[in-house]
């Protein structure tokens, strides 16, 4: 569904991204692993069009998208969960999630009952403003509203990041029940490596910028991840 291939990336003259290649299948988790400052993020808003890249190609379900812009990715099928989520904090959580229709076609606006379904707590939190939630609520707002782009690629970056067990354990089930739909990749960021164990089908390593491990989960151990991690 996802193929971004040879993506290098610079903030100023600072390479950050060195011909990063991923592939993120439909129905499948890709966890993105590495220390602070590797690039995870960078590779995320290179593929959502947040951040150019200035060698490479990303492909969605076959499409090229050649360098496309945030709305361009979007279009799509691309969406993106941001870390630290991005919740705007003084617009209702309804219209927080409105937000997520500017690249449907008008006929397609409209949050579909799934989402209140997967998230119960937005349909009682509808009218309260997006700063007034916890951070496990705001997280939860944030998959909700990329979820509303109805996405063929499920960005995430770092979703369990200062968020509580029980709201993370949620987030987990969601991920799970979206790979299981099999409508979508799912690409993980994630530092929670006994989260991403037990949610991601795939593993990738980025070191410095580099991919220097791809692995499917069948062909991996939970102490190989963790060696990884430390190398
Ligand atoms: N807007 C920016 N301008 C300049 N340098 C940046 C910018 N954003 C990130 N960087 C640098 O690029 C490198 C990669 O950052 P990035 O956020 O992609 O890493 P990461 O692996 O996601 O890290 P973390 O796990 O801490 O979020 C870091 O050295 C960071 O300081």
């Known amino acids: 569904m996802l193929e971004a291939k040879d993506l290098s990336l610079k903030y100023g003259q600072s390479q950050i991204l060195h011909e990063v290649s991923l592939t993120a299948g ?51 099928g691309v969406a993106y969960v941001p870390q630290g989520r991005e919740v705007f904090p003084m617009m209702s959580v309804m219209e927080n999630l409105e937000t997520g229709f500017a690249c449907l076609p008008r006929e397609a606006h409209g949050v579909p009952d799934e989402i209140f379904e997967l998230f119960p707590v937005l349909r009682e939190m509808a009218g309260r403003r997006g700063g007034d939630l916890s951070g496990g609520q705001q997280q939860q707002l944030a998959i909700a509203r990329a979820l509303i782009t109805r996405p063929k690629v499920l960005l ?24 299981d ?43 190989g991840l963790l060696e990884d991690l430390a190398l």
Do not use: C
Request: net charge positive.
């Open 156 to 179: 995430l970056d770092e979703p369990t990041e200062g968020i509580q067990p029980n709201i993370i354990q949620q987030i987990g089930h969601t991920i799970r029940h979206l790979r």
């Open 26 to 76: 439909q129905g499948e988790v890709t966890a993105v692993m590495g220390m602070n400052g590797v690039g995870k993020t960078s590779l995320l808003k290179a593929i959502s069009g947040r951040h150019g890249y200035f060698v490479g190609e990303i492909r969605v379900g076959g499409q090229v998208l050649n360098h496309p812009t945030a709305f361009e990715a979007a279009r799509a």
């Open 181 to 223: 739909k099999g409508e979508m990749a799912i690409v993980l960021v994630e530092q929670n490596a006994d989260f991403a164990w037990r949610f991601a089908d795939r593993f990738v390593h980025i070191r410095r910028g580099h991919v220097t491990r791809s692995v499917e989960k069948t062909a991996y151990s939970n102490a």
